[in-house]
């Protein structure tokens, strides 16, 4: 039996590594700052905590996450990418990253050369989008002051 499709996105090296050795995971006890989201459906959880150096750019992020793979791989990929980012520069970000997989936008397009690419395959099961927009919402709760 050949793998389905949904193995062959389980099954994406950046995807499972990101899964596996999520980075950035050590929680900053006191951030300057943080925010959260729950699934409440499935269960699953995001932690971010940032710390910004004198110049206003992201210089430190701890990320935590319980649920599925893509959901974990999402944060950790999204938390190497908010370091050296101004906080303006993140809600950019986080702006683009939704548009891009919520629409036909192309990822390739919208973020070259980064590993956030390996998140387009989600876009073919549209029940696994929430999973991967999960961390980006705790950007919503992390700007919210």
Known sequence: MAPSRLDDLYRDKVILDHCRNPRNSAMISDPDFHGDAVNPFCGDE????????GSGKVEEVG??????AVNIASGSLMSDALIGLHKYEISNLKNQ??????SEVMLEESFPESDLIALVSVKEFPVRIKCVLLPWSAIDDLLKV
Do not use: R
Request: some cysteine; hydrophobic content about 45%; proline content about 0%.
């Open 46 to 53: 995001i932690h971010i905590q940032l710390n910004f150096d």
């Open 63 to 68: 990320f935590q996450g319980e649920g599925c």
């Open 97 to 102: 990253f939704v548009s891009v997989m919520t």
